[in-house]
């Protein structure tokens, strides 16, 4: 672990699957002297403080900032403006706060009128996750060869960013920075769109399921299955996000939806060939995917290994 990666104090404000991971992988790495977090709920505060995987859990986002020197909200994209100005008077001068949500623009919009002069604002989002949530899902290794990618305001103190890039990087991810327009284009085709149709096809199948006496759900193929998957994600976050994304997610679904017209004339009108030259396409981008480390090439996506456990 470099020096350059550690902090005295660290702060989560929220304590789901990404927080939750921060906590176990800065613990596991050494990055943090004290790790305190707080959540919303006195439940969730409860089993956190079971786990035993921080040093302190506090009721109060002012309290959980006291003295931390590196701030994180791993709350909704939706909550930061109101969190932002919570904890403005209480932070340490020089700070650097930070976030982990999927949609930039509207956080920095949201967060920079709220934060006093002397405080750091690195805004983040780590392109990691399952469909899980809640304080007992996370897991050290979530981030290890995943992407997180930074969106510091132009204003930004280089060495604050970079101190957070070491952070990241030293808890597996591959750090990228950009500006926090570019990262909502990029994000609301590689991750927004995708979930926009996941919840779509499986709300679809669930409406014909009360046709076909449940068939489409009992007979269901891997393809759907995947897509029940990322439907099943936290419904709160995404909720906020598309609202938060909404210029790039709709700009986005255009093209979808003209491409799914292309698509759409070509099954019409039988041609297989276009049919066959836009699959062997899309074919070679799930390979290189793959070749880049971002997913396993294991058969049935890992499921057959899973299953042989006793």
Not at 260 to 287: N, P, Q, S, V, W
Request: charged share 20%; with cysteine.
């Amino acid at each position: 672990m470099s020096e350059q990666a550690h902090f005295q104090r660290v702060a989560l404000i929220g304590f789901g699957l990404i927080g939750g991971s921060i906590a176990r992988a800065a613990k596991l790495q050494g990055l943090a002297s004290e790790i305190v977090t707080t959540a919303r709920s006195e439940k969730t505060r409860a089993r956190v403080a079971e786990l035993g995987i921080v040093d302190q859990v506090v009721a109060t986002n002012a309290e959980a900032v006291k003295d931390a020197d590196l701030v994180i909200l791993c709350i909704p994209v939706g909550a930061c403006g109101a969190v932002a100005q919570e904890i403005a008077a209480h932070l340490k001068p020089g700070a650097i706060v930070s976030d982990v949500g999927s949609v930039k623009g509207a956080v920095v919009r949201d967060m920079v009128p709220h934060l006093p002069k002397g405080i750091h604002f690195v805004p983040a989002h780590p392109v990691a996750g399952t469909e899980h949530s809640g304080p007992d899902s996370g897991f050290a290794e979530l981030f290890i060869n995943r992407w997180c990618i930074l969106t510091p305001p132009e204003d930004t103190d280089a060495a604050a960013t970079e101190h957070l890039r070491a952070f990241w990087a030293a808890m597996g991810a591959k750090v990228e920075i950009m500006t926090p327009d570019h990262h909502d284009l990029v994000l609301a085709i590689t991750s927004h769109l995708p979930h926009l149709i996941a919840y779509t096809i499986v709300g679809t199948a669930d409406e014909l399921a009360q046709v076909t006496e449940s068939e489409v759900i009992k007979f269901s193929a891997g393809g759907f299955r995947d897509f029940t998957r990322i439907a099943a994600s936290d419904p709160t976050m995404w909720r906020d996000v598309f609202l938060a994304n909404k210029e790039a997610v709709l700009e986005m679904l255009g093209t979808f939806t003209e491409d799914l017209a292309k698509l759409t004339r070509a099954i019409r009108r039988g041609d297989g060939e276009a049919l066959f030259d836009h699959f062997t396409r899309t074919r070679a981008i799930r390979r290189g995917i793959v070749e880049i480390g971002q997913d396993s090439a294991a058969p049935d996506f890992g499921r057959l290994a899973a299953l042989k456990k006793p």
